[in-house]
C-alpha cells in the first residue's frame, strides 16, 4: 500500500513561497497554497481541491509579517489536525505565533530563495527540541543545508546574513561587472566573463585567512591592484558591508516589536 505523503499548507504564496518548491518538496509532499483571494489551491494543477478537510503536517507562514500581525488568528481554521508550524517570517516571535495560533507546535526557519534548487542555507530554531524530528529534519533538507541555531536572536542574524544576503552579494557582484563592462566599453567583456571570475575566486579560497593572503598575493607595492585597494579602505568598504548587515538586523528585531498596524 502506498503511504500518504504529508500534507503541506502554504499560507501566503509569494516570492518566498515559489522558492521553496524544490523538485524534492513537490515529489515527496502533498502542497495547497492559499494566498490573499483566500481559497486553496493544489501547487501541482493550480485546482481547488474537491475535499477539504485541512487535515495538514505542516503549515508554513509565508505571509509578510504585518499581515500576521494584522489577521494571524484567521489561520486558527487550518490547526484542526495541530501541525507543525513553520515560520519564514522575519522578526516575529515563537511566543506570538504559539499566541496567536493557539500552538505549541512552533519552528521558525530562516530559507532563502536558493532552496528552490536545493540551495539554501536554511537557519532553524525551535524551543520545543522534540519538533525537530526525523521528518522535520528531511522535510527541510529538501531546501539544502540546515543549521540549527542554540537562540531565537540567532534567526535574526541568519535573516540578515542569510536570507536577505543573496540580494546583497548579487548587487555587490552586479555594481562589478557594471563597473566592468563601463571601463572596457570597446573591448566589451562579458557577463560570463566576469560571473566565471567571481566563480574562480570562491573556488581557490575557502576562508576568511585565505581570502586575505590572496589579496596580498595580486597586491604588489604601487601596483594597479594596491591602487584600487587602497581606494576601497578609503572608502570604508569594512564599514559600508557590516552597516548593511547591521541594519538588515535591526530591521529584523524592529518587526518584532512593532505595533499592530489598524485594519
Ligand atoms: N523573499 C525572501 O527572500 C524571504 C527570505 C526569507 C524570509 N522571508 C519571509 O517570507 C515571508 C514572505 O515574503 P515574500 O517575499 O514571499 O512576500 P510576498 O512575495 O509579498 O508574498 C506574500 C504572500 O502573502 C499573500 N497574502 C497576503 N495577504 C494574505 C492573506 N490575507 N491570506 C493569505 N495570503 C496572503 C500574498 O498573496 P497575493 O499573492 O494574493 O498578494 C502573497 O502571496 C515574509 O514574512 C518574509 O519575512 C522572505
Redesign the pocket.
Known sequence: MATRKPQILF???????K?LLSSNLLKNYHIHY?????SIFYVKDKKTPKKLDYNYDYIFL????D?FKK?GK?FLIFTENNPTIIS???GISINSISQTLNSKKVIRI????MAKKSLSQTYVYSKNKKLLNSNFKNLIKSFGSVIFANNEDDINVA?AVF?SGPAFIAHIINSYMIAAKKISHKSKIKDIELIELFQNVLALNNNSRELEKFVMSIASKKGTTQAGVNYLKSQNINKMISTTLDRAYKRAKEIGNEKKSPK
Open positions: 499560507i501566503g504564496y509569494g516570492h518566498l513561497a522558492s492559499i494566498n490573499s483571494k483566500n509565508l505571509i509578510r509579517p499581515v489577521i484567521d519564514c517570517m522575519a530562516m530559507p532563502n530563495v535573516t536570507g
